[in-house]
């Protein structure tokens, strides 16, 4: 083990307030500092996961207070896993808008200082969001994620952005007043804010109040996690930040807001009837965005709807619980993050020179940004969960799992959905490949650090479709640790395993 | 804290006027049509959510938690610290928050010469 | 490493490598794309045996690879097929766009069939089976023709089938913990009854779907006249029958324990017919040479549904005799059609004319193949269609006969249609210059036609292969090796000697001909203006075959059979579907306060109905 799991939050909080310092030196430390920074604390984090796949769960406590009473974090196969995937996708969307010409349209270097500043905060606070054992100061980092996450949506000056920004801010607030009240009942009753702490100690709680604080909390988490009906901000949020953003958005920021419900239902609270809250919650919101996504007009708000409507599968497949439905949902999150990043970096320099970004702008593109356009097609194909490509594993887990529990009318509701992704997914392909060019816009090449990336994604893509095995055994690993909560709360507050 | 035993009227008028100030931000922010106001409905709730929040850690007659001989040998009762600097904690947050809605308000202002909510609507659907 | 690795790795690395290949040169790509065909399919003949077996372990789940005599059946047709169409395709395809793209998915096409008949377990099946779907999808769309139309109605109920199958591959495994197809053949008896039903007609609609069965054939007459002739050789001959094999898979394992056994056959029997006798009338209208060897396709198939539904031992066999004849005859027309296409650059039934002369080949070989898919003794197709009507006389399906009768002879008035719009009849000056097909197009199609008429002589020689096959599928071994004599015994004793029907026949026929040749050895050349033009002067560019509304009595006799269009139904519930999507959108109305009162009031929802739905 080479370091200890505050460095993975520490280091980029450091780094990001270092840039501007680092750019009056240097202006293209900026550009620089983020990758170097986030090569650096994948190296930890990958280092820390294999380490806790063998030795159990890391512990830190921060300052010497030790759990219940001081903020700890927790890295566990569980959390390591999703802090790994964020970083390595924060890497990726790095090297993808290293030097993305949008970003160096701009005249003077102060918005490539706030891109990257934004960016770096915005991973460091979705990593801290699943390390966290500490319920305030998961409300930080989830405040820190949404400030810098409108931030970034409203980075572009000439779109509609700011109208998206704040919609997200909007709703964000909302979301972070309803878990404010949350923490403030459990507090109020129960005195403590650690995590452990209060899953030992919730069933203390009148049910009264252990039912309104899962309501509000179920409420704040929802909007993070795109629940419908909160996730009127996330089409539009997607659709106007950035590329590499709505690539961070898909991999990164949503898999800390589903994180957030998980970690409520599976961990804090043990209540009924949550499970099959969100099985239905999470059919509702598949079911509603599939719908929206299907007659878009345009792509990046198709594909923001594609994306809203996986993380209603996720939801399902969280909501049948069990090790297979853990391992399917993971499975899910993890396919979502590669593909739908891939498609929101591949079909940004599709649009690339649109103004409006209709996906019949798109028409015979694929002869004029082949390898593009192949990347895109490819994570489409991935995406609706044609073998032999990642998607269909995750799938099939979903369905064996659902299967398993016996919900059959869930699978074939499932499944139904799934023929409106294939739909709407060929009939871009389609426009790409098969129907003449028919507008005169020019096209745009990608970078070659954007084509790196998203090769590295494609290639992914393709090895976990080929050989599924590189990726389940820590799928495995991780969901029995989400599910052991015993050991989660021993853990932590025995600190078997601690590093002070 | 058990709300039944201790219902003085310091405690109701604490525990009203947050309620109250949450409602009217509400109000403001879900009916209001200019963004104006809407930010400052947010703004007004986040401040009925701080006061109820420090109203839980407030004690009949504590002292301010700070862990000196001085002030504890006076008075051992001290109000509950945690809240108070949740409530530090949150009340920058929304400073942050309300800095960041304001700076949209205006770029959208700029954008589309309005500030009625109702009218910026180029997303939808 | 066995010859299943070996066979498939060829596959797909060659499908990658064409692709690749595209990049230095066409004629690598060729050489590629045509090697491994060959080489696979050679050494898979040469070296498979049954009962080899290969697995993988991915993702937790076994997935097992093996061949046995009724999956070699069906290899046969795949692989000869893909290789007289793989030949054929060199120069149909010549000077066309993405044949990089082109061929890598006709060999993942392949590599998918293999798969599915190989596979061993329903995960492996349906890996292979989507494989198969989104190449050929991926082929069908490939002209650029209208792809979001007929491509997207081509996947929507290749999907369609395709999770269906899937719904019922996680039923079966949720409760026999297993996805092998042994395990489900063994443990089927044991499910619940409800689950024995749906996982029967679940798989059985996604077979449907690939056999272009009614009502789930919308999809086939574009998707086949859409493709490329060179792949439709392949898509109506093999990937169709993909469907049949999963169908007699059903029917033996799962359909004949089922208490509903009887009912559901007859349904599927009947479907069966009536898909035989729409899709024969509906070919018999059609104007375009593709379209109406793609309604025959349909109809063709219909017939072996109707075999594979009734399931008796002599209806199975006939049914996989039709389909690997369906095979042979229907590839060999559309590679015909796919010939006529190139050279005279049409396929409009109303303009061509008169090629005889011009393609001879390729007419000799459309001549057999026509006469084959109509039934006509020598050739194989009666053979087949003589042992479906015995099995129906035999099971008393005397109405089921009728019917298919009726649909086997309305299947002249096609084949004669495509035999006369294509080669006979006045020739055009427009066709003047048109000139045979390339050695490498006319050997392969001659090759099937030998094939037709070889099989129509010796059925017996694939009499031995079903009748290993079905041995497999748990039938007993035929009687007194009666594919020797190419003879049947029905129920009532009688032996029938096919043979000795076919030579009978033939002797007739030759019979005809020979008085025919002799007393008219006149014959002459006859040209336009030989004609009778009631004192008119016929003209050389005028044509006086005609060949428009060929069949417009017959039309309108029947034309209220046919006002009843499947397909218009399906595309208004796909455009009710479409609009309530797009109704369902407006939730999103863009107001912020909007969704922030959507957040609010569900808020409020929830914490007032939470006792009812959580309990602490």
């Known amino acids: 083990m080479v370091g200890s799991p505050v460095q993975l939050i520490a280091i980029p909080l450091l780094a990001a307030f270092l840039m501007p310092l680092l750019g009056k030196a240097w202006k293209e430390l900026v550009r620089l500092t983020p990758g170097v920074v986030l090569l650096y604390l994948l190296y930890l984090s990958v280092d820390l996961l294999s380490y806790t796949i063998g030795h159990g769960r890391v512990v830190e406590v921060i300052a010497g207070w030790t759990p219940p009473w001081g903020i700890n974090l927790v890295f566990s196969p569980f959390s390591g896993f999703l802090a790994t995937l964020m970083l390595f996708m924060g890497l990726l969307v790095w090297i993808y808008s290293y030097r993305f010409q949008p970003f160096e349209d701009y005249d003077d270097y102060e918005p490539t200082l706030k891109y990257y500043l934004l960016l770096m905060m915005l991973i460091t606070a979705s990593v801290g969001v699943v390390l966290t054992g500490d319920i305030f100061n998961l409300f930080v980092f989830i405040e820190i994620l949404g400030i810098t996450a409108y931030g970034l949506t409203a980075y572009y000056r000439g779109r509609d952005g700011a109208e998206a920004s704040f919609k997200y801010l909007f709703i964000g607030s909302l979301s972070s007043t309803f878990l404010l009240l949350a923490i403030m009942i459990i507090y109020s009753q129960l005195g403590t804010l650690n995590m452990a702490d209060i899953a030992v100690r919730a069933h203390e709680l009148k049910p009264v109040y252990k039912i309104s604080a899962l309501v509000l909390f179920l409420v704040a988490f929802g909007i993070e996690a795109e629940m419908f009906p909160l996730n009127g901000w996330a089409p539009d949020a997607y659709s106007q930040a950035p590329a590499p953003v709505g690539a961070a958005f898909a991999g990164i920021v949503v898999k800390a807001g589903l994180y957030t419900v998980i970690r409520l239902i599976y961990t804090l609270f043990d209540v009924g009837g949550t499970y099959e809250f969100l099985i239905v919650m999470g059919l509702i919101t598949m079911i509603i965005a599939e719908f929206a996504a299907f007659s878009q007009a345009r792509l990046k708000r198709m594909l923001a709807y594609s994306s809203i409507g996986q993380m209603g599968l996720v939801l399902v497949a969280f909501g049948i619980g069990k090790e297979e439905g853990v391992y399917a949902a993971l499975f899910l999150m993890f396919n979502h993050a590669i593909i739908k990043s891939l498609l929101f970096m591949s079909g940004s320099y599709l649009v690339y020179k649109s103004k409006n970004k209709y996906i019949s702008e798109l028409n015979g593109i694929g002869k004029m940004l082949p390898v593009t356009s192949f990347l895109f097609a490819l994570g489409a194909f991935a995406i609706v969960g044609f073998p032999p490509f990642a998607g269909f594993w995750s799938k099939l887990a979903v369905l064996t799992a659902a299967a398993d529990s016996g919900m059959i009318l869930i699978i074939a509701l499932i499944l139904s959905i799934s023929l409106i992704e294939v739909v709407y997914y060929l009939r871009v392909v389609n426009r790409i490949y098969f129907v003449k060019r028919d507008t005169d816009l020019e096209i745009t090449k990608p970078t070659p650090q954007a084509m790196l990336s998203m090769l590295v994604l494609g290639a992914i893509i393709l090895v976990v479709g080929f050989y599924p095995d590189v990726i389940t055994g820590i799928l495995h690993k991780a969901s029995a640790t989400l599910l052991d909560k015993g050991s989660y709360i021993n853990d932590v507050l025995s600190l078997s395993q601690t590093i002070n | 804290m058990d709300l039944g035993n201790n219902l003085d009227l310091l405690t109701v008028t604490f525990y009203g006027t947050a309620i109250a100030l949450v409602l009217i931000g509400l109000y403001a922010a879900l009916v209001k049509r200019s963004l104006i106001k809407v930010v400052i409905g947010l703004s007004i709730v986040d401040s009925g959510i701080h006061l109820l929040l420090v109203s839980i850690g407030y004690l009949k007659n504590g002292t301010a938690p700070i862990f000196s001989p001085a002030v504890i040998d006076k008075n051992p009762t001290m109000v509950d610290p945690v809240p108070q600097a949740l409530v530090l904690t949150a009340i920058v947050i929304g400073f942050a928050v309300t800095a960041v809605a304001l700076a949209l308000v205006i770029r959208l202002y700029r954008h589309h010469k309005t500030v009625n909510i109702d009218e910026i609507k180029n997303l939808k659907w | ?303 072996i549904i109707t075999g594979v539904a009734i399931g008796t031992s002599e209806a199975m066999i006939a049914a996989l005799m039709l389909a690997v004849l369906h095979g042979i005859f229907k590839a060999n027309l559309f590679m015909v059609v796919g010939a006529v296409e190139r050279q005279a650059g049409t396929t409009d039934l109303t303009v061509l004319t008169g090629l005889i002369r011009k393609m001879p080949w390729t007419f000799l070989s459309a001549l057999i193949a026509v006469i084959a898919l109509a039934g006509v003794p020598p050739l194989a197709g009666f053979v087949g269609k003589w042992m479906l009507y015995e099995s129906l006389i035999t099971n008393s399906n005397y109405i089921l006969v009728i019917v298919i009768f009726f649909s086997s002879t309305a299947a002249f008035l096609y084949a004669y249609k495509i035999l006369y719009g294509i080669f006979l009849g006045q020739e055009e000056p427009e066709y003047k210059d048109v000139k045979e097909a390339p050695a490498l197009m006319v050997i392969p199609m001659l090759i099937l036609s030998t094939l037709l008429l070889f099989l129509g002589t010796f059925p017996g020689y694939l009499f031995k292969y079903i009748d290993n096959a079905l041995v497999v599928m748990g039938y007993p071994v035929s009687q007194n090796k009666w594919w020797e004599m190419s003879a049947i015994f029905n129920d009532w004793g009688n032996k029938v000697n096919l043979d000795l029907v076919a030579y009978a026949v033939l002797t007739v026929f030759i019979t005809i001909a020979v008085i025919l040749f002799y007393r008219w050895k006149n014959t002459r050349y006859v040209t336009t203006k030989d004609l009778s033009s009631c004192g008119e002067m016929p003209k050389d560019d005028e044509n006086y075959s005609f060949k428009l509304d060929f069949y417009k009595p017959f039309e309108r006799a029947i034309s209220p059979l046919l006002k009843y269009k499947i397909s218009k139904y399906y595309d208004e519930f796909a455009d009710g579907m479409e609009a309530f999507f797009d109704w369902t959108r407006r939730i999103y109305n863009g107001n912020a306060q909007t969704y922030a009162i959507y957040v609010v009031t569900f808020l409020v929802i929830l914490l007032l109905i939470a006792n009812n739905i959580f309990s602490a």
Do not use: C
Request: net charge neutral; hydrophobic share 55%; charged share 10%.
């Open chain 3, 1 to 303: 490493m066995n010859i299943i690795h070996i066979t498939l790795g060829i596959l797909l690395g060659g499908a990658v490598l064409t692709y690749f290949a595209n990049k230095i040169s066409g004629i690598v790509r060729d050489l590629v794309f045509i090697s491994s065909i060959v080489v696979a399919a050679v050494l898979f003949f040469i070296k498979m045996t049954p009962d080899t077996v290969a697995t993988f372990n991915l993702g937790g789940i076994t997935l097992a690879l093996g061949m046995n005599h009724f999956g070699l059946l069906f290899s046969i047709i795949i692989l000869g097929l893909a290789v007289l169409a793989g030949f054929y395709s060199l120069p149909y395809m010549k000077g066309k766009d993405n044949l990089g793209f082109f061929y890598m998915n006709y060999l993942l096409s392949i590599f998918g069939m293999m798969g599915i008949v190989m596979a061993k377990d329903l995960v492996t099946f349906f890996i292979f089976w989507e494989i198969m779907t989104w190449s050929s999808y991926l082929i069908v769309v490939y002209n650029g023709n209208n792809a979001n139309k007929i491509g997207i109605k081509y996947i929507v109920f290749s999907a369609l089938g395709a999770y269906s199958m899937l719904m019922a591959i996680v039923m079966v495994y949720s409760q026999l913990h297993s996805f092998a197809i042994a395990d489900l053949a063994a443990g089927f008896t044991t499910m619940p009854a409800g689950y024995q039903i749906a996982i029967a007609l679940l798989l059985m609609t996604g077979f449907a779907v690939k056999a272009a069965m009614m009502p789930l054939h919308v999809w086939a007459p574009d998707a086949y006249s859409n493709s490329p002739m060179s792949y439709t050789a392949m898509f109506s001959g093999a990937l169709s029958k993909m469907g049949v094999y999963g169908l007699v898979i059903v029917f033996v394992t799962m359909v004949s324990h089922l208490p509903q056994n009887i009912w559901i056959r007859e349904t599927i029997a009947w479907l069966g017919a009536i898909t035989a006798v729409m899709g024969t009338l509906y070919a018999i209208f059609q104007d375009d040479a593709k379209r109406l060897l793609a309604y025959s396709s349909i109809a063709q198939l219909g017939y």
